[in-house]
């Protein structure tokens, strides 16, 4: 029988004190995210499949000050988010940051849609959509479509299909493949990012660069940082500049249209 969903969900005790460039590439991430949020001043986010750690709402509750912060954060996911029961209620985060555990956003957004309607300014979705059919990811994606409105942004991350996809994941999507799902579900892409990828495939990259172009020059500053860092870092560090090598890409998307609406 076909898996239509998989519930696995990184966490932090899975890795403590290990180095591994995936959690390393998480972690940059949520950093990235936070700091988007804040410059942006994107003031109401979605996350639907905030992981069971909610680790974005906790970076978000961390940031010093108020003016970076979303005046409200709301995170779902299909698993227990233990975190739930770590906060003190009737505090201003509680009212801020809402968590909705055990919750499908494919087959319950609409009860969401009830409750926010095209509220959110912003929608998140790290690592999420490789864990379920390519069915499920279309109508995740026009779903998340849905909750935003018009010229809203979208930032997406998953894995790039290359020789092998991960025995945890459903379905894995090239990046032409999912460029096409991304417009087909009503978004422009205007930028990506590479999360992580292999020392070899970013030297290669470099390597082959035309003498002209400014990131030739990184060739010597990246082998030498190699010299001290291990390649788990090494495999984040400039990855954010070639996405076409990397493994694993960020994307940044804008709403343009709505073709959920044909499919409520």
Request: aromatic letters at 8%; hydrophobic letters at 40%.
């Given at each position: 029988m076909t898996r239509e969903f998989d519930t696995t969900s990184l966490t932090h005790s899975q890795h403590r004190?290990?180095?591994?460039?995936d959690y390393l590439a998480h972690v940059f991430r949520w950093g990235w995210a936070t700091r988007y949020i804040g410059v942006n001043k994107h003031r109401r986010v979605l996350e639907p499949g905030c992981g069971s750690d909610a680790p974005l709402a906790q970076?978000?509750?961390?940031?010093?000050?108020?003016?970076?912060?979303?005046e409200l954060y709301v995170g779902v996911d299909i698993n227990a988010i233990p975190y739930l029961r770590t906060r003190r209620s009737g505090t201003a985060a509680e009212s801020t940051y809402r968590l909705y555990e055990h919750f499908n956003f494919v087959e319950e957004w609409r009860t969401l849609y009830t409750e926010y309607g095209q509220s959110f300014d912003l929608a998140v979705s790290f690592e999420v959509i490789e864990h379920m059919t390519e069915a499920h990811g279309d109508t995740y994606l026009w779903a998340i479509?849905?909750?935003?409105?018009?010229?809203?942004?979208l930032l997406l991350s998953t894995p790039v299909l290359g020789r092998a996809?991960?025995?945890?994941?459903?379905?894995?999507?090239?990046?032409?493949?999912?460029?096409?799902?991304?417009?087909?579900?009503?978004?422009?892409?205007t930028d990506r990012f590479g999360t992580f990828a292999s020392y070899t495939d970013v030297m290669n990259t470099l390597v082959a660069l035309d003498e002209d172009d400014p990131r030739k020059s990184l060739v010597e500053v990246y082998d030498r940082q190699r010299q001290f860092y291990g390649d788990e870092v090494m495999a984040?560090?400039?990855?954010?500049?070639?996405?076409?090598?990397?493994r694993n890409n960020v994307w940044v998307c804008r709403k343009t249209f709505e073709p959920w609406k044909d499919h409520t």
């Open positions: 004190l290990k180095i591994h460039r970076s978000l509750m961390r940031v010093p000050g108020t003016s970076f912060r979303p479509n849905a909750m935003l409105p018009m010229g809203a942004t996809q991960a025995r945890n994941h459903i379905r894995e999507y090239t990046i032409d493949e999912l460029h096409s799902k991304l417009t087909h579900s009503g978004f422009d892409v984040c560090y400039l990855a954010p500049l070639f996405p076409d090598a990397a």
